[in-house]
């Protein structure tokens, strides 16, 4: 592949407005609406608190990680010899650049306390549900591992996958990266404009230069290797 200078650029662009838009203060009003829509509803709608409560246990994370990894196996299952090898790299690669998104994020020099933490009069799931571990606050929110991992995941399905698997990914990922911000450990933006832009940056390089199928090549024939060692080559 060559570069594609016009997607490259495109992306870089997008990652820059949505961050700096947020930095300049432009999400605001529409981080503390969604915020407050949601919190107040903790009290107002039965049993929601409860759903928030639950959705937001450690063991729910597990499961969703499952079964975006279910996805990737589902379609590498379908095919044949050096495909199958190339699914199997793609998923190293996911990996990887999951781990390197998250390591850029925790070293940006921003601190922002989640909402349950900014507004002390906040309605918190951990009280209304005691009985549930819940995640519902963070000192450092921005931007969010949790989004990472989505925006990760949508970004390779976005071009490694079948057109029909999007109709299911992209509104699974949405409502799977909703809890965090249902329950107020997470502002809205810490995913859309701290995790997606880490994810848009990473899909300019990757996918409009040859940088991803240099990493595919030199990864394929070990991976081969060991589909055949476990007789999964296909």
Same mark, same amino acid.
């Given at each position: 592949?060559?570069?594609?200078?016009?997607?490259?650029?495109?992306?870089?662009?997008?990652?820059?407005?949505?961050?700096?838009?947020?930095?300049?203060?432009?999400?605001?009003?529409?981080?503390?609406?969604?915020?407050?829509?949601?919190?107040?509803?903790?009290?107002?709608?039965?049993?929601?608190?409860?759903?928030? +409560?639950?959705?937001?246990?450690?063991?729910?994370?597990?499961?969703?990680?499952?079964?975006?990894?279910?996805?990737?196996?589902?379609?590498?299952?379908?095919?044949? *010899?050096?495909?199958?090898?190339?699914?199997?790299?793609?998923?190293?690669?996911m990996?990887?650049?999951?781990?390197?998104?998250?390591?850029? *994020?925790?070293?940006?020099? #921003?601190?922002?306390?989640?909402?349950?933490?900014?507004?002390?009069?906040?309605?918190?799931?951990?009280?209304?549900?005691p009985?549930?571990?819940?995640?519902?606050?963070?000192?450092?929110?921005?931007?969010?591992?949790?989004? #990472?991992?989505?925006?990760?995941? %949508?970004?390779? +399905?976005?071009?490694?996958?079948?057109?029909?698997?999007?109709?299911?990914?992209a509104?699974?990922?949405?409502?799977l990266?909703?809890?965090?911000?249902?329950?107020?450990?997470?502002?809205?933006?810490?995913?859309?404009?701290?995790?997606?832009?880490?994810?848009? #940056?990473? *899909?300019?390089?990757?996918?409009?230069?040859?940088?991803?199928?240099?990493?595919?090549?030199?990864?394929?024939?070990?991976?081969?290797? %060991?589909?055949?060692?476990?007789?999964?080559?296909?």
């Amino acid at each position: 592949m060559r570069w594609d200078i016009k997607g490259w650029l495109a992306l870089q662009l997008l990652a820059l407005a949505l961050f700096f838009t947020w930095y300049f203060g432009y999400w605001q009003s529409l981080d503390e609406g969604v915020f407050w829509w949601f919190n107040n509803r903790l009290v107002t709608v039965p049993g929601f608190a409860h759903l928030v +409560a639950v959705v937001n246990q450690r063991w729910i994370d597990g499961a969703v990680a499952l079964l975006m990894a279910g996805f990737v196996f589902s379609h590498a299952w379908q095919l044949k *010899g050096r495909d199958r090898a190339k699914m199997g790299c793609l998923l190293l690669l996911m990996a990887g650049c999951f781990s390197l998104q998250a390591a850029a *994020g925790k070293a940006l020099p #921003i601190e922002r306390a989640s909402p349950t933490v900014v507004y002390e009069q906040a309605e918190r799931v951990s009280l209304l549900v005691p009985d549930v571990k819940a995640k519902d606050a963070s000192g450092d929110s921005f931007p969010s591992d949790h989004g #990472i991992g989505f925006a990760t995941f %949508l970004l390779f +399905a976005c071009y490694r996958f079948p057109r029909r698997y999007l109709y299911v990914v992209a509104p699974l990922v949405f409502i799977l990266a909703m809890p965090r911000v249902m329950s107020g450990a997470h502002w809205f933006t810490d995913f859309i404009c701290g995790s997606l832009p880490l994810a848009l #940056i990473t *899909g300019a390089w990757l996918f409009h230069t040859p940088l991803a199928e240099r990493f595919t090549e030199a990864m394929v024939r070990p991976v081969e290797t %060991l589909l055949t060692k476990w007789r999964l080559q296909g």
